[in-house]
């Protein structure tokens, strides 16, 4: 029943994707708000089931590459209705909609119950340490697609500059202090989940492995990337980095964050299981 539930929500998510060519049209906003926005909402409803479901029947485990990435699209989502509630805008969803179908259409693709042979796999602690990560993901994604488009709209105010006529495609996006002010609260609200998800892997880490866990590639690229995490939150606080600069470094962040995730593949100590 979980992967009935988590197909469902796919289905729904599809519709999402219509998103992405109903922003190319200026009279989208109803088709968006009457049709999309609902049809997405079912699917992480939907999606949330097949998560709680699969965990009360012992199926959920994180340490599976599906698991993992049916988590991480339900957080995706997650942030996005909350920008939505907050902020009333849809336009994080050109991006955020592929992905988060990609990732849960690859997670309902038979999937099946990992085998568990580690009993270290079972612990309430393991599940802690990747959901807290995930959830920084999720954050720096959320501030990454924030710094597209405030790229995006900058460029944009720049052509209607030059040709007050021509709105481009995205002539419908928020001012760029909204879109900076998504992108440093995902920030912020990110980075005690991704720190607390470090320690906590570490110290499990730690136990088990020892010394040989802090030259492991997967830890190396996690510890860059929670350094440039730093610096991006060091800069917006002391040094005033707005606008341009904070939108690249929250992109190395987010570059960092990918190659971090595809160590997973190369790792001796955070390789993923068979799904």
């Known amino acids: 029943m979980p992967l009935l539930w988590l197909r469902v929500a796919v289905v729904f998510y599809a519709v999402g994707l219509l998103y992405a060519l109903a922003l190319l049209h200026r009279r989208s906003e109803y088709f968006s708000r009457e049709i999309i926005l609902p049809c997405v909402g079912l699917g992480m409803v939907f999606h949330f ?46 991006f955020i909609f592929p992905l988060v179908f990609l990732l849960t259409f690859a997670s309902a693709i ?17 599940f802690a340490h990747i959901a807290l990560i995930f959830t920084g993901y999720a954050a720096l994604f959320l501030s990454f697609v924030a710094s597209l488009l405030y790229l995006v709209q900058a460029n944009n105010l720049k052509s209607k500059l030059k040709n007050p006529t021509d709105g481009g495609f995205f002539s419908r996006l928020p ?10 609260r995902a920030l912020v609200l990110g980075f005690p989940f991704m720190t607390l998800g470090l320690v906590t892997g570490a110290v499990l880490a730690q136990q088990k492995f020892g010394s040989m866990y802090f030259v492991d590639p997967k830890v190396t690229l996690s510890l860059l990337m929670w350094v440039v995490y730093v610096v991006l939150l060091y800069t917006r606080w ?14 190395v962040a987010f570059l960092t964050a990918i190659g971090a995730w595809a160590a997973n593949y190369f790792s001796g100590v955070h390789r993923f299981i068979a799904p």
């Not at 029947?57 to 942030?79: N, P, Q, R, T």
């Open 110 to 126: 038979a999937q099946r119950p990992p085998e568990l042979n580690s009993p270290v796999l079972r612990s309430g602690w393991v």
């Open 238 to 251: 002391n040094s005033g980095w707005r606008g341009r600069r904070a939108a690249y470094l929250a992109t």
């Open 175 to 184: 001012a760029l202090e909204v879109i900076d002010e998504i992108g440093y």
């Open 49 to 94: 089931v097949s998560l709680v479901e699969a965990a009360m029947l012992e199926h959920l485990s994180l340490a599976s590459v599906h698991h993992s990435e049916s988590l991480f699209a339900f957080l995706i989502m997650f942030g996005f209705m909350v920008v939505r509630v907050k902020y009333k805008t849809t336009s994080p969803g050109i």
